[in-house]
């Protein structure tokens, strides 16, 4: 059984949603709660295809709010260099929303994971009563690989990228703390109101040096 309290989980997102999630959470675009000038980061052809691939439970893929298992995913890398016609965003708009398996678990969040992306077909997807096998279940030492490239690993890439997907809105308080690129953005983040108990962490190693 894996030790929940220490099985972070992280959602990118952009600077400027942070100031609404201090106040109203991590939210659905379809709650009443929802962030009307919500900025999307991230590649919206994909975003697309989530909400028409139904899960083996039974909910439309794109109905889950997506966290990944660590930093530095190759999505990150697309975002940052604008590959696949996604909007470039700078290192310093993107900040890391981290949480914890425990702190979804104790706000009585539904949620599944995957062990590998959501939408690859080699991937199978769990729902809460397997997280105890979670280890064996999701490959870590692939979720921390540096890179993604190897002629003798070609499913490392799926694996990498592992997803946990919380059914319903996040909390403000099922937020522990946020990672940014630099100084300057925590010092922005420590002006906004409700940062007072969140720890800011400036971690450029958790981006891409473009």
């Known amino acids: ?70 930093p530095r995913m190759p999505m990150l890398y697309v975002i940052q260099n604008g590959y696949s016609g996604v909007t470039v965003i700078p290192a310093s708009d993107i900040v890391y929303c981290i949480s914890t398996v425990e702190a979804i678990e104790r706000h009585g969040l539904g ?13 199978s997807f769990y729902d809460r009563s397997a997280i105890h096998r979670f280890n064996e279940l999701v490959d870590m030492q692939a979720v921390k690989s540096k890179y993604w490239n190897d002629e003798n690993d070609l499913d490392l890439k799926r694996r990498k990228e592992a997803e946990f997907l919380v059914a319903e809105n996040i909390p403000p308080e099922a937020i522990i703390g946020f990672v940014v690129f630099n100084a300057e953005v925590k010092r922005q983040l420590g002006n906004l109101p409700g940062i007072t108990n969140k720890q800011v962490s400036v971690k450029p190693g958790y981006y891409f040096s473009i």
Do not use: C, V, W
């Open 1 to 70: 059984m894996p030790d929940i309290s220490k099985l972070f989980i992280y959602r990118m997102t952009h600077l400027q949603n942070i100031s609404h999630i201090l106040q109203y959470g991590i939210t659905h675009a379809t709650s009443p709660e929802r962030n009307n000038s919500y900025i999307s980061i991230g590649d919206s052809s994909l975003i697309g295809r989530r909400h028409n691939i139904t899960l083996p439970f039974g909910k439309k893929l794109g109905s889950y709010i997506p966290f990944y298992f660590g």
């Open 111 to 123: 949620y599944i994971f995957s062990d590998g992306h959501a939408l690859d077909a080699l991937t």
